[in-house]
C-alpha cells in the first residue's frame, strides 16, 4: 500500500467512526428531544395527548388562578389560539400575565395542558427566542414594544 492509499484509507476509517457516532447520539437523544410548539402549532402539527412538549407564547391578562397549595391555572396565547395550562409547583418569581413564557410538559385529552416545568423571562426586555420568533412569523412582532417597560 502507497502512503496516498494509507491516508485516504485513514480518512475513510475516521469518517465512518464519526458518522457512526453521529448516528448513535442522534438515535439516543430522538425520544428526548422537546420541541418548542405555540398553542396553534398543536392544532396544526397533529400533536397528541400525553406527548412532552414545550409550549411557547404570552400568558393571557386575567387568566392566572391560584388555588390552595401550589397549584396553578392560567392559559398561554399565540394571537390566534390559547391553551388551558395546569402547573403545580412554585412558580418563577418573574413570571406574570401578559409576559412571554415557556412551559414544558404533556398535553391531555381535553386539549389542556399539564406543566412540569414553567420558565419565565428575565428582565422587562426578555422575551424566548421561540416566542418572539413566532409573533415575528405571525406578523405580531415590534421590536420598539420590547424594548418599552410593561405596566404593573
Known sequence: MTRKQRRLTLIGVAGTVLLAAVGLVL??????????????????????????????GLVKVGSVVKSDGAAVRFEIEDTVKTIKVTYAGVLPDLFREGQGVVTE??????????????LAK??????????????????????ADANKPKPQ
Open 27 to 56: 438515535f439516543a437523544l430522538s425520544g428526548k428531544i422537546t420541541l418548542f410548539v405555540t398553542p396553534a402549532d398543536i392544532a396544526a402539527k397533529n400533536i397528541g395527548p400525553g406527548q412532552q412538549i414545550r409550549l411557547g
Open 105 to 118: 410538559g404533556k398535553l391531555t385529552a381535553d386539549g389542556g395542558f399539564v406543566a412540569d416545568t414553567v
Open 122 to 143: 428575565h428582565d422587562e426586555t426578555y422575551m424566548p427566542k421561540e416566542v418572539a420568533d413566532s409573533l415575528k412569523a405571525q406578523g405580531h412582532w415590534n421590536p
